[in-house]
């Protein structure tokens, strides 16, 4: 089961009007995303990155039954809650607060949101999708309400299949996210260069 260890980085939690919430894939650390956070348009946010136990926060692919990645899969969701309850406990709105997450890390924020959708900041999900054999619609409630989602994916990629990216979208938008979709052919199973420019557009936008 995952121990609560969570980086802060960035504006303190107690002066920032914004945050964001970064999640690790499979190998990675806490440290490694935090890098990529220091690619995002998010100078005035805090920056908060759990770090899965043993660095994955699941042990099979996001493609296998969930009962599978079980307990880990359930640890890591309600440790998510725990860290959102935490950031809008030092008084930063759900509204101004945003996700990221890469390929593991990307699967997890997507999961989380959908079971608990509300209107957040903004996500900016790079390879990734919902978890399970297939879509367990049942998980999923709540609206979005026009939270802007990012998805960006190879295609194809060696991890994500692009048909469940796509069915991903499909059900986000369907519980009235504003999604948009980026596939980029022969792309590696990494973060490039056009999901960092899309993303900062799209999501990381300064406060009006």
């Not at 950031?87 to 699967?107: D, L, M, P, W």
């Not at 999708?129 to 619609?137: E, K, Q, S």
């Amino acid at each position: 089961m995952h121990q609560k260890n969570v980086f802060i980085a960035g504006k303190k939690l107690t002066e920032a009007k914004r945050a964001l919430v970064l999640v690790h894939g499979r190998g990675g650390t806490a440290d490694d995303i935090l890098g990529l956070g220091s690619h995002l348009r998010v100078k005035d946010f805090a920056l908060v990155a759990p770090e899965a136990t043993g660095n994955s926060w699941y042990p099979y692919s996001f493609m296998a039954p969930p009962s599978q990645n079980e307990p880990w899969l359930s640890s890591a969701i309600a440790l998510l809650g725990e860290v959102v309850n935490d950031v809008a406990a030092k008084g930063i709105a759900r509204e101004n607060i945003f996700f990221t997450g890469f390929s593991q890390g990307a699967c997890l924020i997507l999961e989380f949101l959908a079971r608990y959708a509300a209107k957040y900041g903004g996500v900016a999900a790079f390879t990734g999708g919902l978890i399970g054999d297939r879509i367990y619609t049942d998980n999923y409630k709540g609206s979005f309400a026009q939270t802007p989602i990012f998805l960006g994916s190879g295609s194809p990629d060696l991890h994500v299949p692009v048909k469940r990216v796509g069915e991903t979208a499909d059900i986000l938008e369907g519980m009235q996210a504003k999604v948009t979709l980026k596939l980029y052919p022969g792309r590696m199973h990494t973060v490039s260069a056009d999901e960092i420019a899309t993303a900062n557009e799209l999501i990381f936008t300064p406060a009006s």
